[in-house]
């Protein structure tokens, strides 16, 4: 039997929402939106990103970031494809569960 988590809105408890990884002053951060404040979220950093390129264009980049994509590896699209074929019980939009992630993953081993 497969496990549906799911994700809701760190501010008022809405769901479908996904994680948003991003950081402020050497900090990472991690919360979990709904589209509306996702896109508040992205406006602020904007901002923030606006307001800094008098800098950032004037300093170098130190190595790689931290922060960790907002893109998984896997395409979405064709993981939750195959879980539905495969039995698993998925959502249209949102997270994943690690099972079906985990069986994705090693679908090729199991051949």
């Known amino acids: 039997m497969a496990t ?9 408890g809405s769901t479908p929402a996904e994680t948003a990884y991003f950081s402020v ?6 919360i979990d939106l709904n589209e ?3 896109a508040e979220l992205s406006d602020a950093l904007a901002k923030v990103d ?3 390129s008098k800098y950032t264009d004037a300093a170098r980049p ?8 907002r893109k998984p ?6 993981v939750r494809a195959w879980a539905l074929e495969n039995g698993y019980k998925v959502a249209d939009r949102g997270r994943i569960g690690k099972e079906i992630l ?3 993953r090693d679908r090729k081993n199991r051949k």
């Open 25 to 30: 002053a050497g900090k990472d951060y991690a």
């Open 102 to 104: 985990d069986a994705y």
């Open 50 to 52: 606006e307001l800094m």
């Open 36 to 38: 509306e404040h996702a």
């Open 4 to 12: 549906i988590s799911t994700i809701a809105d760190d501010f008022d």
């Open 62 to 69: 130190m190595g790689k970031s931290s922060t960790p994509s």
């Open 73 to 78: 590896p896997e395409d979405t699209k064709a």
